[in-house]
C-alpha cells in the first residue's frame, strides 16, 4: 500500500539551531500539505503546494519557515533558527488535487516528525 | 470566530453506547466534509466523507451534514473502547485558494 513518508520520526535540537523535515508523498498526489500540530490541539495548515507551486503559505511564519518542493514530488519544510514554542508534530499529507471540483477526497498522512526544541 | 469548532471534550461514553460528535463551521462556500480519527501519538486517518446534505452511513459510522445550519457530527453506534481517540472534523472549501481546514478535535472515551 502506498504510503508517505517522512524523516526523521524524531527530532531534538537546541534553540537556535537549525532543523530540517522531509516528506516523499504518494507517487502522482499533486497536493502536498505541511502541517503543525501542537499537543492537544488541531493540525494547523502551514504550506500548500499544488505541484511544486506554493498554493496556500499564509500561516507560515516566513522569518524563520521556508519550504520547497523543487519538481512537485518531494518536499522540505526548515526551521532557522528554532524555538521553543516550535516544539509540535510536523505532518505531511498529500491528496490527488485541489480546488476547482466539489469531491476533493481524503488526505493522506504520513507518520509525522515529533520536533522538541531544548 | 474558529473556522471549525469543535467541542474539545472529553466525550465518556459507555461500551455499547452512542457517541455523538459535532462540528460547526464558518465558511458557507465549503464544499467537502470529513471526519478522521487520531490516536494518541498517531497521525489522522480518514473514517468518513460527505458532500451532500443528510446522512451517509458506513458500518458502524454515520455522518450528517446539514449545510443551512452549517453542522456536520458523526454518530459511532456500538461504542467500543477501541474508539477511544480524537476525531477530527475537516472542512474542504475553495475561497480564493483552496484550502483544507481541521478543527481542534474531539476526544472520545469509551469506558468498558
Known amino acids: 500500500e502506498a504510503e508517505v513518508a517522512q524523516s526523521p520520526r524524531y527530532k531534538i535540537t537546541e534553540k537556535s539551531q537549525a532543523v530540517a523535515f522531509w516528506c516523499d508523498p504518494i507517487?502522482?498526489?499533486?497536493?502536498l500539505y505541511w502541517y503543525r500540530q501542537i499537543l492537544g490541539q488541531g493540525p494547523e495548515l502551514l504550506v500548500q503546494?499544488?505541484?511544486?507551486?506554493?498554493?496556500?503559505d499564509s500561516q507560515l511564519p516566513k522569518d524563520r519557515f521556508s519550504a520547497e518542493r523543487l519538481k512537485g514530488v518531494d518536499s522540505t519544510l526548515k526551521i532557522q533558527p528554532a524555538e521553543l514554542g516550535d516544539s509540535a508534530m510536523y505532518l505531511c499529507?498529500?491528496?490527488?488535487?485541489?480546488?476547482?471540483?466539489?469531491?476533493?477526497?481524503?488526505?493522506?498522512f504520513g507518520e509525522g516528525s515529533r520536533l522538541t526544541v531544548l | 470566530q474558529k473556522e471549525v469548532e469543535q467541542n474539545s471534550g472529553p466525550l465518556s461514553v459507555p461500551e455499547g453506547a452512542i457517541a455523538s460528535l459535532n462540528c460547526t463551521y464558518s465558511?458557507?462556500?465549503?464544499?467537502?466534509f470529513f471526519w478522521y480519527r487520531q490516536y494518541s501519538g498517531k497521525s489522522p486517518e480518514l473514517i468518513m466523507s460527505?458532500?451532500?446534505?443528510g446522512d451517509k452511513e458506513d458500518g458502524r459510522f454515520t455522518a450528517q451534514l446539514n449545510k443551512a445550519s452549517q453542522y456536520v457530527s458523526l454518530l459511532i453506534r456500538d461504542s467500543q473502547p477501541s474508539d477511544s481517540a480524537t476525531y477530527l472534523c475537516?472542512?474542504?472549501?475553495?475561497?480564493?485558494?483552496?484550502?483544507?481546514?481541521f478543527g481542534t478535535g474531539t476526544r472520545l472515551k469509551v469506558l468498558a
Open positions: 499529507a498529500s491528496g490527488l488535487r485541489a480546488g476547482g471540483f466539489a469531491n476533493t477526497g481524503e488526505l493522506f
Open positions: 507517487s502522482g498526489h499533486a497536493t
Open positions: 503546494f499544488q505541484d511544486e507551486s506554493v498554493v496556500d
Open positions: 465558511d458557507r462556500g465549503s464544499q467537502s
Open positions: 460527505i458532500y451532500s446534505n
Open positions: 475537516a472542512v474542504a472549501l475553495t475561497s480564493g485558494t483552496y484550502k483544507y481546514i
